[in-house]
């Protein structure tokens, strides 16, 4: 795969094949091909979409697989939060099931985040960045089921006192 602009494209033996052309949109970020070689997921404009690599006529369409973070500011859907990325040293926010039937992905919602203001001497305004509190419900976990078309969330319980930083390798 090849992201190029806001373009996506697939090498296919000797051909590069455009697979998602939207240069009237957001860049394409984080593609991802199915451990069966069949789909790509991306994310692009903090949903998470797929498209088939099959070669077709007329070319396959993406297809949006979540739906309620797009306007919504402080809301991702299949991209590591900040904490994960710096802390954590985990850079995905979306990963394929084996069989590639499956796509878990976590959901960031920082609106209930309060912000935290820094000041920098010289500076006119204060920096401000997010604040994570232990009780703060900020991250979801969900599992799409490829071949169905849905949705479903999936519970998963921390012992905040044993693992505040669960570490993925």
Request: hydrophobic share 35%.
């Amino acid at each position: 795969m090849i992201s190029i602009g806001y373009d996506l494209y697939i090498h296919d033996k000797n051909d590069l094949r455009l697979l998602v052309h939207c240069s009237y949109l957001t860049p394409i970020i984080d593609p991802k091909l199915s451990p069966n070689g069949e789909f790509v997921a991306y994310v692009q404009d903090d949903e998470l979409y797929c498209i088939s690599t099959v070669a077709s006529n007329p070319p396959a369409q993406s297809r949006q697989l979540t739906f309620d973070a797009r306007h919504c500011p402080n809301k991702t859907n299949g991209l590591a939060e900040f904490i994960a990325q710096e802390e954590m040293d985990r850079n995905d926010g979306y990963w394929w099931s084996d069989d590639s039937r499956f796509i878990a992905f976590t959901q960031v919602d920082e609106s209930n985040v309060p912000p935290f203001r820094i000041s920098h001497s010289g500076a006119d305004e204060p920096d401000q960045v997010s604040a994570h509190k232990q009780t703060s419900k900020a991250i979801e976990f969900f599992v799409f089921v490829n071949h169905l078309g849905r949705r479903t969330s999936i519970s998963i319980y921390w012992q905040i006192e044993r693992s505040r930083y669960c570490r993925r390798h």
